[in-house]
């Protein structure tokens, strides 16, 4: 059995976001509440924005293909932690 | 109620009705410049009723009620009964208001154009649109700004100016005493006294303007001007605004709008002197 935890957007949790600065508004439609966050949170949901079901693995790989992340480690600890501060938020489900 | 008014302050009309003569009377001389709407449908209703039968002749104690009230409002002296009808219609426009992003600010407006300045009570932002209203600025507004969401305008709120403790000798200094209403003394905010604004901001009051300036005045301070972060200005107007939430998207597209187009500064000032200084020169350069 696949353990590992998988993440997705779905459409239903569109938002509308504005760069400000070094930071990026985002309205969440569906609970009306504007988040603000910074780097690498909308880089990490820009990789997500196809909908697909992806692992923090998956969403690594799919960042390194743009940025120059590290050591993969270390990276992927971080990657995680933002995937459940975003499931926290609504922003992400986890499937 | 036994004594009311209908008064149109900007976009909005509200009907005061009072168990006592006086609030209304002083407000009938008060808004004497404003439209005569008597009859008008209001959009909120302020309620000053007695806290029980006896308190309309005995001590008389004032509930401010009305369309949005609040539970936990503490019942006022009737010799604060003005205080209680400009709070009641702060706090129906705060909680009722939907037709415009409010925000917490004063605002004056030059050929056209408008300066917004938001901030804490205390920070000077009224008295400084009191007095630059009488200094070839056209008055707005010193308690909300209106923010039109489809046209990004300011529209004006010029409600009477309530001024606060030392700010009182001041203002009545410079506009005369005619324009003041009468000192109420020792509420819970100090003593308050109101200033009409002049009878052309009156007339003028359905017009309004593109924002051009944001200010964050602090009075009490020594001079300096900061630059603010475009996040930390949306989030303090975030937090000056009483109906953003409610507002949904709409508010979202329009406030992130006025803070990528209007350039904002904070601004300490120790006198009204410095601020006006400070002003003319952030208006020179930045509107």
């Given at each position: 059995m696949d353990a590992t935890p998988r993440y997705r957007r779905d459409s239903s949790d569109a938002v509308a976001s504005c760069t400000l600065d070094d930071l990026v508004l985002l309205y969440h439609r569906r609970s009306g509440q504007t988040h603000m966050v910074i780097s690498p949170v909308p880089e990490i949901l820009a990789q997500m924005a196809d909908g697909?079901?992806?692992?923090?693995?998956?969403?690594?790989?799919?960042?390194?293909?743009?940025?120059?992340l590290g050591p993969q480690d270390e990276a992927m600890v971080e990657i995680a932690a933002h995937l459940d501060a975003l499931v926290a938020l609504g922003l992400v489900r986890r499937t | 109620m036994r004594h009311a008014i209908t008064l149109r302050i900007g976009p909005?009309?509200?009907?005061?009705?009072?168990?006592?003569?006086?609030?209304?009377?002083?407000?009938?001389?008060?808004?004497?410049?404003?439209?005569?709407?008597?009859g008008a449908i209001a959009d909120f209703t302020?309620?000053?009723?007695?806290?029980?039968l006896l308190r309309r002749f005995l001590r008389p104690s004032i509930f401010i009620t009305g369309d949005h009230g609040l539970a936990d409002a503490a019942p006022m002296s009737l010799a604060h009964g003005?205080?209680?009808?400009?709070?009641?219609?702060?706090?129906?426009?705060?909680?009722?208001?939907?037709?415009?992003?409010?925000?917490?600010?004063?605002?004056?407006?030059?050929n056209g154009r408008v300066l917004v300045m938001t901030g804490e009570s205390g920070s000077g932002k009224s008295t400084l649109a009191a007095l630059l209203g009488e200094r070839?600025?056209?008055?707005?507004?010193?308690?909300?700004?209106?923010?039109?969401?489809?046209?990004?305008?300011i529209l004006p709120f010029p409600r009477l100016v309530s001024l606060k403790n030392q700010a009182i000798g001041v203002v009545a200094d410079a506009v005369g005493d005619a324009r003041m209403g009468p000192l109420l003394a020792a509420t819970a905010k100090g003593d308050i006294r109101h200033m009409m604004p002049r009878a052309d901001a009156v007339a003028?009051?359905?017009?309004?303007?593109?924002?051009?300036?944001?200010?964050?005045?602090?009075?009490g301070h020594e001079a300096a001007v900061r630059e603010l972060g475009q996040g930390e200005i949306f989030m303090r107007l975030t937090q000056a605004s009483t109906n953003y939430v409610t507002l949904g998207e709409p508010a979202f597209a329009g406030l992130t709008r006025f803070v990528t187009a209007v350039p904002a500064r904070a601004i300490d000032f120790p006198s009204g002197e410095a601020a006006f200084a400070m002003v003319d020169r952030l208006w020179e350069e930045l509107a």
């Open positions: 697909a079901a992806l692992s923090a693995g998956d969403v690594h790989d799919r960042l390194a293909r743009d940025f120059d | 909005a009309t509200f009907r005061i009705g009072s168990a006592w003569s006086q609030p209304i009377a002083q407000l009938r001389r008060l808004y004497a410049a404003y439209p005569d709407v008597d302020v309620r000053l009723q007695p806290t029980s003005l205080l209680a009808a400009e709070m009641g219609m702060n706090l129906q426009m705060a909680l009722g208001w939907r037709r415009h992003l409010l925000l917490h600010a004063s605002s004056v407006e030059k070839g600025w056209r008055f707005m507004g010193d308690e909300f700004a209106l923010l039109d969401l489809q046209s990004g305008a003028r009051m359905d017009q309004g303007g593109m924002p051009a300036l944001l200010l964050f005045p602090r009075f």
